[in-house]
Structures are given as structure tokens and as C-alpha cells.
């Protein structure tokens, strides 16, 4: 059988027509499974009773703690509908001494609020703070079709704000304090224009942006460059849930934040890479401080340095709050 060369032409672009097709393909089918994979996980490991028997067994002295503000009805339930109508829900503790000074304690990627407790305890035991610890959204008690990463979180939290300044009684003086997607949650709230009662801003081993952190992920965990697969996983983030990889940029928001920030980040950190700190140290104007913990990984800081981080805290507020 012969061939014309038009025959074998049509032939040669099928081939590529239907190669690029599949390529295609298996690029959306790989973007929507990142998108699933980071932002909708399986919740059942972190619910709140397997939580709080892991923060018990992380933080002995927690278990006293919460026995009696149970016993004398300190620890709280609220709840709010936000701007999405979504059901989001956060405990919240009164100081042992009447005080208008609050804490919003914010946790991190697939936490909830009582995986916080051991900062709740720093604040209302030690500090003498109100405190105010929500869900964010996909978290424990809230609502939520994923996780937000932070970006969406930041307007939640302005609510929950809001919140505990009506529930401490008004004309409080506020600190935000989060902890891993916390502190980038913490940091992007941190150059939206807020209420006057937030005073300052702790934020503890919280990453640069959305994209850079995804884009380390995405080449230790599966070998992959950010192109193609990471772009198209920001395209479908953000016609299914509203934002992209790219917008959702700590580092550009500190560089709006005209408050003081305390900068906290664990020198071993291979998670959240201790260089990310330095970065937005040097984006944030002042007024700042910078700890950087020696020998610490992610999210421990507190943890094997509970004194020291106390008094970093304590010194800080004192001077802010």
C-alpha cells in the first residue's frame, strides 16, 4: 500500500493532535489531584479528641489547665456565619483577672483550635491575656469546602476580631498570633486595614507565599518543577475556590503592615525553610524584631523553649501591647 505525502502529513498531526490531547489530560487530571491532595486531606486525623490526647501527651501541664476552665466554665464555645455563609466556629477563655488585653491564636495547615492550646495556656496563664482561638475553615468545628491556606482565613480572623473585642468587653488591646499556615494567615491579615484594637502581630514559622511553599512541595515530595503543573493547579484553585497561588503572598502583605510584628522561625526548619523568615523580616518596615530559635524545626519553637518563648513573647508585648 502506498502513501501520498499529504496522507503521511495528516497522519504525523493526528499523532501529535492526539498526544497533545493526553499530555493536556494528564496535566489537568495531575493539577486537579495537587489541588485535592493539598487542600482537601482527609480530616479524621486531626479531630478534636484525637488532638487534645496528643496535646496532652505533648504538654503535660495542659490537661490541669483545661480541667479547670471546664471546671468553672471558662472554656467557651462561639460561633459565626461568614460573608460566605459558611458556619465557623472558635473556643475562647476569659483571664483569670478581668484585663483588656487579647490574644487571637491562629493554627496551622490541618490543626485546629485545641492544637493551639499549649499558646492559649502562654497567654492566659502566664501573660494574663483574654483569648480567642478559632477553626479556620476545613479545621476542626468549622465549615469549609478546603483549606484556604491562609489567604481567605485572613478575612475570617478580621472577623473573629471583631468578635473578641465584643466579647471582652470593647476597647480591648490585641495581639494576632499564629503558628505555621497560622502565621502566613497572620501576615496576610497584617496589611489589611484593621480595626483599632489590634495593637501587634506574632508570627511564628510562617511561609513567604502560597506559591513558593507549594512550589517546594511540589519538587521534594513528587520531583516535579512548578511548570506546567503548578500553574494549572492555581488556575482551577481559583475558579473553584475563588483565589490563586500567587495572590496569596505574605510577603506582600507584611510590606503593607505599618504594626510591629515579632518574628519567630526555628534555624533547623526543613519545612518551612528557615530563609523564608529572613525574606520577610527584610520586606516588613518597621517597627520588627526577629528571633531565630537555635536548633528548633518546624513549629517547636514553643515546645523546647517554653520559658524563652514566653519571655520573647512577654518582652515584646510589653513594649507593643
Given amino acids: 500500500m502506498y502513501y501520498t505525502k499529504n496522507t503521511m502529513k495528516n497522519k504525523l498531526f493526528r499523532g501529535f493532535g492526539i498526544l497533545l490531547i493526553l499530555c493536556l489530560i494528564g496535566i489537568a487530571g495531575g493539577s486537579f489531584y495537587m489541588l485535592s491532595y493539598s487542600l482537601t486531606p482527609d480530616k479524621g486525623q486531626n479531630d478534636e479528641d484525637r488532638s487534645y490526647q496528643k496535646m496532652v501527651a505533648d504538654y503535660p501541664f495542659l490537661e490541669k489547665w483545661v480541667d479547670s476552665l471546664r471546671g468553672i466554665s471558662a472554656l467557651r464555645d462561639t460561633f459565626i456565619v461568614n460573608r460566605e455563609g459558611m458556619r465557623l466556629h472558635a473556643y475562647y477563655i476569659a483571664a483569670g483577672a478581668p484585663t483588656s488585653r487579647t490574644a487571637v491564636v491562629v493554627h496551622g495547615y490541618t490543626d485546629n483550635a485545641v492544637r493551639m492550646f499549649m499558646i492559649g495556656y502562654m497567654y492566659e496563664r502566664e501573660l494574663g491575656y483574654n483569648v480567642l482561638l478559632p477553626d479556620l475553615q476545613y479545621h476542626g468545628r468549622s465549615e469549609g469546602k478546603a483549606i484556604q491556606m491562609g489567604w481567605k482565613d485572613r478575612l475570617d480572623v478580621m472577623e473573629w476580631i471583631n468578635v473578641a473585642d ?15 499556615m497560622g502565621a502566613a494567615t497572620t501576615m496576610m491579615l497584617s496589611g489589611e486595614v484593621l480595626p483599632a484594637c489590634v495593637k501587634c502581630f506574632v508570627e511564628d514559622c510562617g511561609y ?32 473553584k475556590y475563588g483565589w490563586n497561588f500567587q495572590e496569596a503572598s505574605a510577603i506582600r502583605q ?8 515579632l518574628f519567630i522561625h526555628g534555624d533547623q526548619d526543613a519545612y518551612v525553610l528557615t530563609e523564608m523568615v529572613y525574606d520577610l523580616y527584610k520586606a516588613k518596615p518597621e517597627p520588627k524584631q526577629l528571633w531565630i530559635v537555635p536548633g528548633a524545626a518546624h513549629a517547636v519553637s514553643y515546645k523546647e523553649n517554653p520559658k524563652a518563648y514566653t519571655e520573647k513573647v512577654r518582652a515584646f508585648l510589653e513594649r507593643y501591647n
Fill in 166 to 180: 465584643q466579647i471582652f468587653g470593647g476597647h480591648t488591646h490585641m495581639v494576632v498570633h499564629g503558628i505555621s
Fill in 208 to 239: 513567604t507565599s502560597v506559591w513558593e511553599q507549594f512550589s517546594k512541595e511540589l519538587k521534594e515530595q513528587f520531583g516535579l518543577p512548578a511548570f506546567p503543573l503548578l500553574y494549572t493547579a492555581s488556575w482551577f484553585c481559583d475558579w
Fill in 254 to 261: 507584611v510590606e503593607k503592615c505599618q504594626l510591629p510584628m
